[in-house]
């Protein structure tokens, strides 16, 4: 099947629009939240979001499998020729708490891999976006990654207690650190060169990386595990070790910090 990147882009830019603008009506109405066994809070407007996003999605690419932290997994996936990947409110503890540290994302993903992608923040109307060979943008402006080569004095996002936990063999040298609840935006700060990279130890799942990975590829940067491994996506476990992204210079000196994290020991949480 021939796919129009740019058309699947756009759709998913209007969908995204849409899904951000419900979330910021639950949060300014109000909302229920509760607590998912093993992962953390979840809300009615995280619900909500993501049925708009299934229903506008599914009615124009009716052929084109889904996979949603907030629907149940069905193997149909499988075997689609094209997935949408979302996560309808990446981030729910800070939408909860009224921070801006959360984010719509969704992908599309076909052979493994992310063609289109947008990562919207309709807190702050930060809305990025990609599709495959043709760049990356935040509100139709080019992004790209920092060069930033080293380690010291990179600005880093992620947990703080991470990067400054005892646990680690060698201290982090001095690198100014950023938190946010949201890895996807997290990652997307790191494409648009306003942070230099991310490290986040603890496992994630499609949903969380599959926009965000495209977008910080096609900012010139990389997205992997602490081993630099690629992401697969659309594979019968959904759930990735860990991510680290950061432009081609800094990534590789991060891939040498992470030498010292052994995910089968007591390690730093993050």
Same mark, same amino acid.
């Given at each position: 099947?021939?796919? *129009?990147?740019?058309? *699947?882009?756009? =759709? ?9 603008? =419900?979330? @910021? ?31 506008? =999605? ?19 996936? =499988?075997?689609?020729? %094209? ?6 409110? *990446? #981030? ?41 060979? #043709? ?11 920092? /060069?930033?080569? $080293? ?56 949903? /969380? @990386? ?9 900012? $010139? #940067? ?28 800094? %990534?590789?000196? @991060? @891939? ?13 949480? #993050?």
């Amino acid at each position: 099947m021939t796919i *129009d990147l740019r058309a *699947d882009l756009d =759709l998913l830019i209007a969908a995204a629009r849409a899904a951000g603008a =419900l979330a @910021l009506d639950y949060r300014a109405k109000g909302f229920r939240t509760w607590e998912k066994e093993g992962h953390g809070p979840v809300t009615d407007a995280d619900l909500a979001v993501d049925a708009l996003l299934k229903e506008r =999605l599914g009615q124009a690419r009716p052929t084109y499998g889904w996979l949603s932290e907030e629907t149940a997994d069905n193997p149909a996936r =499988l075997s689609a020729d %094209h997935l949408f990947v979302v996560d309808p409110i *990446d #981030g729910t503890r800070a939408f909860v708490k009224g921070r801006p540290h959360f984010a719509v994302s969704i992908a599309v993903v076909a052979g493994g891999r992310p063609q289109a992608a947008v990562v919207f923040n309709p807190a702050l109307d930060e809305l990025y976006a990609a599709h495959l060979g #043709g760049g990356a943008t935040m509100n139709a402006a080019t992004i790209k990654v920092s /060069d930033q080569a $080293g380690i010291e004095g990179a600005r880093m996002v992620g947990p703080e207690d991470m990067y400054r936990s005892r646990l680690w063999p060698t201290p982090w040298p001095a690198i100014a650190i950023a938190g946010s609840t949201s890895i996807a935006y997290a990652l997307c700060l790191v494409a648009g060169g306003t942070h230099d990279g991310s490290v986040s130890l603890t496992g994630k799942s499609d949903w /969380d @990386l599959a926009a965000a990975d495209l977008i910080v590829h096609e900012a $010139g #940067g990389i997205a992997s595990t602490h081993a630099g491994e690629r992401f697969t996506y659309n594979r019968v476990s959904t759930r990735h070790r860990n991510i680290i992204s950061a432009g081609p210079a800094l %990534h590789a000196r @991060l @891939l040498e910090k992470l030498t010292e994290f052994n995910p089968r020991r007591t390690s730093p949480s #993050g």
